[in-house]
């Protein structure tokens, strides 16, 4: 990411994974730089996300999902459908049980 992408004031990223890890560090970074976030979260209970929500007023806004779970993305994205987003990072990673047991 070149530092002139977060340097662009007024930007909207979407960022899946966001609950803690590098997905809360990014939504922090950028909302200090003056964008707003869409954080996405796995569960219903209370994260950093939501500390984050709170120290941002009205610039972050939590969605939950589970990449995992086709009917939650394609919900997810029923939801958002018709935002525009500057940015999209897909800070969450999945690994079946098949690619566990794969040999390299
Ligand atoms: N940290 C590093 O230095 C580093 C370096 C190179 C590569 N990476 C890679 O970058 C990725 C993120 O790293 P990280 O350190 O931020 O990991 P992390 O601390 O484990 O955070 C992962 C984030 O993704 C979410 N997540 C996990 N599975 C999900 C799913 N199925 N659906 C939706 N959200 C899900 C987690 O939510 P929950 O809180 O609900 O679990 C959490 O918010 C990983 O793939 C890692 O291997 C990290």
Redesign the pocket.
């Known amino acids: 990411m070149s530092a002139s992408v977060l340097n662009t004031p007024s930007g909207t990223i979407l960022l899946?994974?966001?609950?803690?890890?590098?997905?809360?560090?990014m939504a922090a970074e950028f909302l200090k730089k003056g964008w707003n976030v869409v954080g996405?979260?796995?569960?219903s209970g209370r994260?950093k996300?939501h500390d984050l929500a709170d120290e941002f007023e009205g610039r972050l806004e939590i969605e939950t999902?589970?990449?995992?779970?086709p009917d939650?993305v394609a919900a997810l994205r029923d939801r958002l459908s018709g935002r525009v987003f500057d940015m999209l990072f897909v800070?969450?990673?999945?690994q079946t049980t098949r690619l566990k047991r794969s040999r390299m």
Do not use: Y
Not at 16 to 25: E, P, V
Not at 91 to 94: D, I, R, V
């Open positions: 899946i994974g966001a609950s803690r890890g590098l997905g809360l560090a996405t979260v796995r569960s994260t996300l999902v589970d990449i995992c779970e939650q800070n969450a990673g999945c």
